[in-house]
């Protein structure tokens, strides 16, 4: 898929979440197998159901092992479409018919979102009631897939190869529209996953990137937490499939952070600037970035 055809993938994606999830609840109000039992809390300070969120987790995690998706909150999340992500070797293109005008990971996703909802307000059984769906849906999926003949990608050998493969952004070799950069992962030299671009913050001098802003941390967009990284510090891999920065976990735990929608109060970006490359130039394992 070309990335045009992903961005616009994607939008639907994210518009058929916003739309869907209303009419999920709705669905899930007025089911007897979905409804909330009369003795979960359903307040905003309800203590979240770690059980179901943990499962949540481990179920995400075990649809990215298994490959027929990138998995996460990435914008590859659902049926391989043209070989999305998978520059090196390619990506076989599903011909399940049932699946033509809608995949599956679409409704994955917001039935994801539904359930990581119910379990952080604490509704520990309408979680596990909406994951369980969830499951059910993937497991006709794979199933399927698996009967076309279509093999699972080796995600693990694939990021090693596009790490291996990176290039630093600033070579001069590719240019970047921000469409590529928003929702690409984003990985140490040692595979770790540090979070995905969130968004780009410009030099309001220069008119130039300054600084790809990261989010990590959170449950599918909720609770995430925003680090601005020096542009320059970043290598890129073929087509834009992920982006490479060579520090750690625990460096992107410890470093400044932004607001969401804002890198700096008017006026102010030098003196932000000032502290975030600060930050990077003590943080960064390859010192040539800086």
């Known amino acids: 898929m070309n990335r045009s055809t992903l961005a616009i993938a994607a939008t639907a994606c994210v518009c058929i979440n916003f739309a869907i999830l209303p009419l ?5 109000a ?15 300070a309800a203590k979240p159901s770690e059980k179901c969120l943990t499962d949540l987790r481990a179920f995400d995690s075990q649809m990215e092992k298994d490959g027929y998706w990138l998995g996460g909150s990435g914008i590859g999340y659902g ?18 018919a049932s699946y033509q005008n809608a995949r599956p990971g679409y409704e994955i996703r917001v039935l994801m979102a539904s359930a990581n909802i119910l379990g952080r307000s ?7 009631d909406v994951l369980a769906t969830t499951r059910g849906i993937y497991k006709r999926y794979a ?23 990176a290039k630093p952004v600033t070579s001069g070799q590719t240019s970047f529209r921000s469409d590529e950069l928003l929702g690409t992962g984003v990985r140490s030299p040692a595979n770790e996953a540090l979070g995905s671009v969130e968004d780009l913050v410009m030099n ?61 109060s008017g006026g102010h970006f030098e003196q932000v600037s000032e502290k975030i490359d600060a930050y990077w130039k003590t943080h960064l394992s390859d010192k040539s970035s800086n």
């Open 79 to 96: 049926y391989p479409m043209g070989g999305y992500g998978y520059a090196t070797g390619g990506y076989p293109q599903g011909t399940v």
């Open 204 to 264: 309001p001098k220069t008119g130039k990137i300054a600084y790809l802003v990261i989010g990590r941390g959170g449950v599918f967009g909720i609770d995430e937490k925003y680090v601005p990284v020096p542009w320059a510090a970043f290598k890129v891999s073929a087509n834009t499939s992920l982006l490479v920065l060579d520090t750690t976990k625990s460096a992107m735990e410890t470093a400044p952070q932004v607001k969401k929608d804002q890198f700096a």
């Open 30 to 44: 007025s089911s007897p197998t979905s409804a909330a039992p009369s003795n979960e809390k359903t307040d905003a």
């Open 24 to 28: 999920a609840a709705q669905t899930m």
């Open 143 to 165: 199933a399927e897939m698996h009967g076309d003949g279509i093999p699972m990608a080796d995600v693990p050998a694939w990021r090693r190869q596009e790490i291996a493969a």
């Open 122 to 128: 604490g509704q520990q059984q309408s979680c596990e």
